[in-house]
């Protein structure tokens, strides 16, 4: 180890890789303190509360002078904006840059959503999202956070990648976001420093191999793949593109870059001919250690298409009926809904993405999909908290607008001291957005913010 906690192996390939003088500015940068950056949920605010500076590759992205306490500002809660460091939001140049066509996505290894919350909002209302995460505690973690973003176009399922094997050809685009060594995390990390060996890359890549393997066949023919780790090493980046395309058919996609960004490209020569990754250095971006890579299917490759089946079948969800769906969207004020029935809870989800929310279902273990509503109990809604922080209208409710030390209480569970005109269920807002429910009884005022999620000990 050196004195900063280097393993001394680390050190000599990332000279190889660097030459020595780079290495040094790498090194240094690893001693500085990790760049606050943020991106912003169009849906939900336009400009960014805080100062700062525009990360040049996202359109949402923004570099902040200094870190705000997140944890104390309901804004945070609200869902108008995600923590993410900024190389990773790189996603955002490629969507855009490639006009990748939006339609059904998926988010193999999701948790805890930064990217998930990234392609739901390119994907709008016009595409479906399926985040996956296999790992139980994550997956919670990825549901809250596209719970707070709002837009509804997600199903969350926890699986393995095998477990994908019937929706080959199915996705427009599969993301892998590989769980890697993470060699890029070392600055903000310093666990990740401390777990670093050469047998440890092996055994990323082997994991990373495996998965590459059960899902290189799901993209369809002319969708994208796109591979990232948070890694610098071949073993788990180039190698990798040359294993998937000894595997499948791939061709290769270059990305335009700004010279001024400073990213690098490097060229991966594979027996199908040349693709290209692009590496993101600590020292050069302001942003932490990523590889990418975009790969595109031929337009000849398998394409499964969803199949409508005549009954839906599913142990837990319950399918709604379409003349109650049309009501209850003349109701809601929504548009184009499909409902589901879940433990006597709605779930409001795309209609235009039903056949496909069947093919998916199969097999998979889901989550959560579009977003819950809440129970009906004669005519009155008892409106959930995904509802509240959810895009969709909230008609016929009143709302209160909060202070921030109000807004705080409501988001600690605190006891509540509004003043409110009316009495049932109240919105509150904070800035205009939505924070959540609270029940005016007239002589107490319930606070229905969920349990799990709220601010302790701050
Ligand atoms: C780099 S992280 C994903 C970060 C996420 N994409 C984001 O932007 O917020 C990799 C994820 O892969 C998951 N993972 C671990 N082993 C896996 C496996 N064998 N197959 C798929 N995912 C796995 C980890 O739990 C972790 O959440």
Redesign the pocket.
């Known amino acids: 180890m050196s004195e900063a906690g280097i393993h001394l192996e680390f050190q000599k390939r990332m000279i190889h890789q660097l030459g020595t003088v780079d290495y040094e500015d790498f090194e240094l940068s690893l001693q500085k303190e990790s760049p606050t950056t943020v991106r912003l949920n169009p849906f939900k605010i336009q400009s960014c509360p805080f100062e700062g500076n525009p990360i040049p590759w996202s359109e949402f992205g923004f570099s902040l002078e200094k870190r705000p306490a997140f944890t104390l500002d309901p804004l945070f809660h609200a869902g108008a904006y995600y923590v993410q460091e900024a190389s ?1 939001m790189f996603i955002s140049e490629v969507l855009r840059q490639l006009e990748i066509p939006k339609g059904i996505f998926l ?9 998930s919350t990234l392609l739901s909002t390119y994907l709008a209302q016009e595409g479906l999202l399926v985040a996956n ?3 139980q505690s ?1 997956n919670q973690i990825l549901k809250e956070n596209l719970i707070k973003w709002g837009l509804g176009n997600s199903i969350v399922t926890q699986n ?2 095998a477990h994908f094997q019937e929706l080959e050809g199915f996705f427009d685009l599969v993301l892998i ?4 060594s993470g060699e890029g995390m070392f600055r903000k990390d310093p666990e990740a420093r401390k777990e670093w060996s050469p047998d440890h890359v092996r055994l990323c890549a082997g ?1 990373q191999q495996r ?1 590459l393997d059960q899902a290189g066949g799901l993209v369809k023919g002319g969708g994208y793949l796109i591979y990232s780790t ?1 890694t610098f090493n071949e073993q788990e980046n180039e190698e990798m593109i040359r294993f998937l395309t000894s595997e499948f058919a791939y061709e290769p996609v270059r990305i335009k870059l700004n010279p001024e960004w400073q990213i690098e490209e490097s060229e991966v020569q594979t027996e199908e001919g040349t693709f290209f990754g692009y590496r993101f250095y600590p020292h050069r971006v302001e942003g932490e250690g990523f590889f990418i890579s975009v790969l595109k299917r031929p337009n000849d490759a398998y394409i499964l298409e969803p199949r409508k089946k005549k009954d839906f079948k599913h142990q837990f969800l319950k399918l709604v009926d379409e003349k109650t769906c049309k009501a209850l969207d003349e109701e809601l004020g929504f548009e184009n809904s499909q409902y589901y029935l879940l433990n006597d809870s709605y779930f409001r989800f795309p209609e235009m993405w039903k056949t496909h929310l069947e093919q998916v279902i199969h097999g998979l273990n889901i989550r959560y999909l579009g977003t819950e509503i809440g129970k009906k109990q004669k005519n009155e809604w008892i409106p959930s908290h995904d509802w509240a922080v959810s895009i969709l209208p909230k008609n016929g409710f009143s709302t209160k607008e909060v202070s921030l030390e109000e807004a705080l209480d409501f988001l600690r569970k605190n006891e509540q001291e509004l003043i409110l005109e009316e009495t049932g269920w109240v919105l509150l807002t904070y800035q205009n957005l939505p924070i959540g429910w609270v029940k005016n009884l007239g002589n107490r005022i319930n606070n229905y913010y969920p349990k799990e999620w709220r601010i302790r000990n701050l």
């Open positions: 990773s988010d193999l290894a999701a948790a805890p959503g930064g990217k995460e296999v790992i994550r393995d990648p976001d590989a769980p890697c994991r998965i948070c």
